[in-house]
């Protein structure tokens, strides 16, 4: 769709929100089979735009629910039947008692989110749904594909950080697929790319604040040997046992991460 066309349509891009709108077919049908929506399933989209992904989402499920910031998109959708209509800032959204609210609290975990994340609070929207995973079934989000690739790294690569071990530590991630900037209108300066994450449904029982600060403290100077930043904030805050600080931090996987995290 050609900016004439998305005009013709009502709505220009805003660029304080982040807006790039979907609108490859081919790609859109590709993201919707990868999340394969059902009827009856509780699912929320983050940042529905022009609804690229909210028409076949919604002819698949019966009904969706949207969270939009920008009014004149959120009051548009509100004239369809088969959409719930969450006018806020996703960061403001709490996902517990929205799904409470679906008939889900207390029970199995009963929601699908997925969305189009705006690039420039991604990293952000990410930890705010971190708190909410209890009761999420799985999550589907196209990001920029640097995002992507650091979310999915494994250790002992470039891209393994902060990122890697705190969504990992919580999610099983898988790269679903590329999208190239032309799939977008306004085209974004970066390749994005699609990813999965489902919830771990026994993850190891740790302080998220406490496994945020190791990991923080370990990736801040990630070409030193971790002996000369984690090793010293080990050693003033009394932990014991055996970890190896000759490495670097990107040699480190999630689960010693998550080990150091859960010492007394």
Do not use: C
């Not at 009761?135 to 594909?145: A, C, E, G, S, T």
């Not at 494994?154 to 990122?163: F, K, M, Q, V």
Request: no cysteine; glycine share 8%.
């Amino acid at each position: 769709m050609s900016k004439q066309a998305a005009s013709a349509r009502g709505h220009q891009p805003r660029k304080r929100f982040g807006q790039h709108f979907l609108t490859d077919a081919g790609v859109i049908d590709g993201i919707v089979r990868a999340i394969a929506p059902r009827p009856g399933d509780r699912m929320v989209e983050i940042g529905p735009g022009l609804g690229a992904l909210t028409q076949p989402l919604v002819e698949r499920l019966g009904h969706l629910i949207v969270v939009e910031l920008d009014r004149d998109l959120a009051a548009r959708m509100r004239q369809r039947g088969d959409l719930s209509v969450i006018e806020s800032d996703v960061l403001r959204v709490d996902f517990t008692a929205l799904a409470a609210a679906q008939g889900g609290a207390g029970a199995a975990p009963s929601l699908r989110v997925v969305g189009n994340l705006p690039y420039n609070i991604s990293t952000p929207i990410l930890f705010h749904l971190l708190e909410h995973a209890a009761v999420v079934v799985d999550q589907h989000f196209m990001l920029q594909r640097e995002v992507v690739d650091r979310m999915v790294a494994r250790p002992s690569t470039a891209a393994y950080g902060r990122l890697s071990v705190m969504l990992q530590w919580r999610y099983a991630m898988e790269f679903v697929l590329p999208v190239p900037p032309e799939s977008f209108d306004p085209p974004p300066r970066v390749d994005s790319a699609v990813v999965r994450m489902v919830p771990r449904p026994d993850p190891a029982g740790v302080d998220p604040q406490r496994l945020g600060e190791i990991v923080q403290v370990a990736f801040g100077q990630r070409r030193k040997i971790l002996r000369h930043t984690l090793g010293r904030w080990l050693t003033e805050h009394g932990y014991a046992g055996d970890f190896d600080e000759q490495r670097r931090a990107e040699e480190v996987p999630v689960e010693e991460f998550v080990a150091l995290a859960r010492r007394p």
